[in-house]
């Protein structure tokens, strides 16, 4: 592995043929810009000679708000790698330095596996993340608008995003999202929205009882609560729930 460090002329730089970043804007590097202003670039760009030029591996945010900052050049680690390694390179150069979408991620992964025909514990081990850190992301691209709008956004994390997305009916996932991002869920909380969302309603578990010919499975029977006036059992759509404070329940 070849790396040096030299000032390269900024017009000679290339932005990342293939950006881990999909969301940079030079609004989204204002705070940058305003330090390199005031102190220069302190992290060296990290860049791959690319024809007589060079493209960035790592350092895409640093290469924009110099630009915006009015400088001609930038110290930059000149690396040696191609093909897949420049990409791997470019995942630990990012892990190092960026927090980088989750969305971003799925991307690059998805990516590097159609590309170079990797498996997910290859993945794994050329990223040193877990076998199971890999396929959660590799599994984004298949989550619902919503989900992945909210992701994008910021304001749903993914520990949150992966159990909302798992709710099957559409409206139901929806009100869970919305009520996530208005008021905010734990990891834990939302496991148990999408239990409660998912959990069989009476008539889908009791849909086959009495006819014999399409009992081919045994479906969950549910423990239904008991109606303490009349110690019968309460069907769903027979339950009545009240909300009080706990002081102002009948003695």
């Given at each position: 592995?070849?790396?040096?460090?030299?000032?390269?002329?900024?017009?000679?730089?290339?932005?990342?043929?293939?950006?881990?970043?999909?969301?940079?804007?030079?609004?989204?590097?204002?705070?940058?810009?305003?330090?390199?202003?005031?102190?220069?670039?302190?992290q060296p760009l990290v860049v791959c000679a690319s024809g007589d030029n060079y493209e960035v591996i790592a350092?895409?945010?640093?290469?924009?708000?110099?630009?915006?900052?009015?400088?001609?050049?930038?110290?930059?680690?000149?690396?040696?790698?191609?093909?897949?390694?420049?990409?791997?390179?470019?995942?630990?150069?990012?892990?190092?330095?960026?927090?980088?979408?989750?969305?971003?991620?799925?991307?690059?992964?998805?990516?590097?596996?159609?590309?170079?025909?990797?498996?997910?514990?290859?993945?794994?081990?050329?990223?040193?993340?877990?076998?199971?850190?890999?396929?959660?992301?590799?599994?984004?691209?298949?989550?619902?608008?919503?989900?992945?709008?909210?992701?994008?956004?910021?304001?749903?994390?993914?520990?949150?995003?992966?159990?909302?997305?798992?709710?099957?009916?559409?409206?139901?996932?929806?009100?869970?999202?919305?009520?996530?991002?208005?008021?905010?869920?734990?990891?834990?909380?939302?496991?148990?929205?999408?239990?409660?969302?998912?959990?069989?309603?009476?008539?889908?578990?009791?849909?086959?009882?009495?006819?014999?010919?399409?009992?081919?499975?045994?479906?969950?029977?549910i423990a239904l609560p008991i109606c303490s006036v009349c110690n019968l059992d309460i069907k769903p759509e027979?339950?009545?729930?009240?909300?009080?404070?706990?002081?102002?329940?009948?003695?």
């Amino acid at each position: 592995m070849i790396s040096k460090l030299q000032y390269i002329s900024l017009d000679r730089i290339k932005d990342p043929e293939r950006p881990m970043r999909t969301d940079l804007t030079p609004e989204s590097v204002d705070e940058l810009v305003f330090s390199i202003k005031e102190v220069g670039i302190i992290q060296p760009l990290v860049v791959c000679a690319s024809g007589d030029n060079y493209e960035v591996i790592a350092g895409h945010r640093r290469l924009l708000a110099a630009s915006i900052a009015g400088l001609t050049e930038a110290p930059c680690i000149i690396k040696s790698e191609k093909g897949l390694d420049r990409e791997v390179l470019k995942m630990h150069e990012n892990i190092a330095r960026e927090d980088i979408n989750p969305i971003d991620w799925a991307i690059h992964l998805n990516f590097l596996k159609d590309k170079y025909k990797l498996t997910n514990a290859k993945l794994a081990e050329l990223t040193h993340f877990s076998e199971a850190w890999i396929s959660q992301h590799l599994e984004i691209g298949s989550y619902p608008a919503e989900v992945l709008d909210a992701i994008k956004s910021g304001s749903l994390a993914f520990s949150s995003a992966r159990e909302l997305a798992q709710i099957k009916d559409p409206k139901t996932r929806k009100i869970y999202v919305d009520s996530a991002i208005t008021n905010g869920v734990t990891p834990a909380t939302a496991a148990n929205w999408r239990r409660e969302a998912n959990r069989p309603t009476y008539a889908e578990v009791h849909q086959n009882d009495g006819d014999a010919s399409q009992n081919v499975v045994d479906l969950p029977k549910i423990a239904l609560p008991i109606c303490s006036v009349c110690n019968l059992d309460i069907k769903p759509e027979e339950q009545l729930f009240i909300t009080i404070h706990k002081d102002c329940a009948p003695k």
